[in-house]
């Protein structure tokens, strides 16, 4: 992969997304790639505590507050929209990548693999989600449409194949947030 792609991993709660997605980063950046992920959370969340100085900068009402060490670097930012930033300008904040791995975000992804737990009792999402192009799955048999790529959710290297032939060009961006 020499242009940045990009691949979702999607499904139900509780399938197994991220322990699939830290399997899959793990094995595609022994390969040599660079692999960056994104994750979307469904409620807010927080990365700093209260009495911290990062904490107190934000509540003094600082729009962006940056924290580094010697090893790490993280840039938070507070939204004043109320509309979630855009998956393509997420993307734009970040180094360039061979490969990023998007949990979550589902109806904004060029392609996806969905993992599909039958034994969960919750309802496929291929269906009504026509980017999907595969579904990882630990059942030993399902009926799937044509088109449908079947992988063996525990086959963590045809998983990573697959990945690497189906990954898509990331979306245009549009502004940053």
């Known amino acids: 992969m020499r242009q940045a792609a990009i691949m979702g991993i999607t499904g139900r709660s509780g399938a197994g997304k991220t322990t699939l997605l830290v ?3 793990a094995m ?3 390969q040599g790639l660079r692999v960056s992920t994104i ?10 505590r209260p009495g911290k100085d990062s904490h107190r900068h934000r509540a003094a009402g600082a729009r962006e507050v940056l924290v580094a060490s010697d090893t790490r670097w993280a840039l938070l930012h507070e939204s004043e929209a109320p509309t979630p930033p855009a998956l393509p300008d997420l993307i734009a904040r970040m180094t360039p990548a061979d490969l990023i791995l998007v949990e ?8 996806a693999i ?5 034994a969960l009792g919750k309802d496929p999402l291929w269906p009504a989600t026509p980017h999907i192009a595969a579904i990882a799955t630990d059942a030993p ?6 088109g449908l790529a079947r992988l063996d959710l525990n086959d963590t290297a045809a998983i990573a194949g ?3 032939a189906h990954a898509r060009p990331c979306p245009p961006t549009g502004h940053a947030p």
């Open 104 to 111: 979550g975000f589902r109806a904004a992804l060029p392609v």
């Open 162 to 164: 697959f990945v690497r």
């Open 141 to 146: 048999t399902l009926d799937l449409p044509p």
């Open 23 to 25: 399997r899959l980063v």
């Open 39 to 48: 994750k979307h959370a469904h409620h807010g969340f927080d990365m700093d």
């Open 114 to 118: 969905e993992i599909y737990r039958p």
């Open 28 to 30: 595609l950046a022994g």
